[in-house]
């Protein structure tokens, strides 16, 4: 039986912070695995790790840039709260991605492992993310609007961009690096399709 939302019990503020803390280091993981690969995935994530590459620039810096104008958008759609949250993580997962650096060296790793783990661990990242009514920004922000007014899943949403983005991407990156990142971008998708189900929720 599906559970009523309208009585579902309301996650604590500890609560909120720890499982977005998690899923936010669950996130920074893959992007961390990704980065080691030379992949790339979707969302702003994937636009900020193409530019890092081929410019040369900072991921964190350029991420979290990316995203400041979808905080506003956040706002006027979903309210202060997902906004504010999605800021934090954000911020969160872009310290993190840096702070792995050091902490944790990857110095070979083949790429199709990388796709797996990331797929799996920033898939994982994002429903919980989603769950504690945070996000990663950018595209999840638009896709989670658009599965609340119109049931379109969040997923699918996400996976069209991608395909736009990784098309782009051929261009730019060694076909074989681009294949294998469209494998975890199809992974992390395929874990928010299919586990991304607000009828299945009996905590909000």
Not at 3 to 20: H, I, N
Not at 74 to 96: D, E, I
Request: hydrophobic share 55%.
């Amino acid at each position: 039986m599906n559970a009523d939302l309208s009585t579902a019990r309301r996650y604590t503020a500890f609560e909120d912070v720890q499982g977005l803390m998690i899923a936010s280091a669950q996130a920074a993981l893959g992007i961390h695995l990704l980065r080691a690969a030379g992949l790339v995935t979707g969302g702003t994530a994937g636009t900020a790790l193409i530019l890092s590459y081929v410019f040369h620039w900072n991921f964190s810096v350029v991420f979290f840039a990316m995203n400041i104008p979808f905080f506003g958008f956040a706002w006027m759609a979903r309210g202060p709260v997902f906004c504010l949250k999605s800021l934090a993580t954000v911020a969160l997962v872009s310290l993190l991605a840096e702070a792995l650096k050091p902490l944790l060296h990857v110095d070979q790793i083949h790429p199709a492992a990388a796709a797996v783990l990331f797929g799996v661990s920033a898939g994982v990242g994002l429903l919980g993310l989603f769950r504690h009514s945070g996000s990663l920004g950018g595209v999840s922000i638009v896709a989670l609007i658009l599965q609340d007014k119109t049931g379109f899943r969040a997923g699918w949403t996400q996976l069209i961009h991608d395909l736009i983005l990784f098309t782009a991407a051929v261009f730019l990156l060694p076909p074989d690096r681009v294949l294998w990142s469209l494998l975890g971008a199809v992974i992390l998708n395929a874990v928010i399709t299919f586990n991304h189900r607000r009828d299945w929720y009996v905590v909000t």
